[in-house]
């Protein structure tokens, strides 16, 4: 059950996030994807029963405008949409009920390894109530 947990999580936020960002991906996103696009991944999972912890890794990709410059405002667009969609508790399976409560979010940063693009990590703690608890 604990493996399928993360997997439930993810897709819970993904639907979420999905309903404000088109490009949106469970893991990592294809090669050759256009951007704006998100990526969301479930970190350092610790289980304690009943109630497991972990956090929410998304990640946000833009493309730089033309003269090499982030785009500040698209980003923080993008973070209010995230923040907006994950702003809920969510209920998706049988009474179990996830929150995602803001940790961090950093700055924009040109991505090394993509440097025609830029990308904004955003966390959240993430705290998972089992039903019956």
Do not use: W
Request: glycine share 6%; hydrophobic share 40%; charged share 25%.
């Amino acid at each position: 059950m604990i493996k399928f947990m993360d997997d439930k999580l993810v897709s819970a936020a993904y639907v979420e996030i999905k309903k404000k960002i088109a490009n949106v991906f469970k893991g990592n996103r294809p090669k050759g994807f256009t951007n704006p696009s998100c990526v969301i991944r479930l970190r350092n999972s610790m289980y304690d029963f009943p109630i497991q912890r972990g956090y929410l890794q998304v990640l946000m990709y833009r493309d730089l405008f033309v003269n090499g410059t982030i785009d500040s405002s698209g980003h923080e667009t993008m973070k209010d949409d995230v923040m907006a969609a994950l702003s809920a508790a969510l209920t998706p399976t049988g009474g179990t009920v996830y929150y995602f409560e803001p940790l961090s979010c950093g700055a924009a940063l040109i991505d090394p390894d993509m440097p025609q693009e830029s990308f904004k990590e955003l966390r959240f703690n993430v705290r998972v109530v089992e039903s019956g608890q």
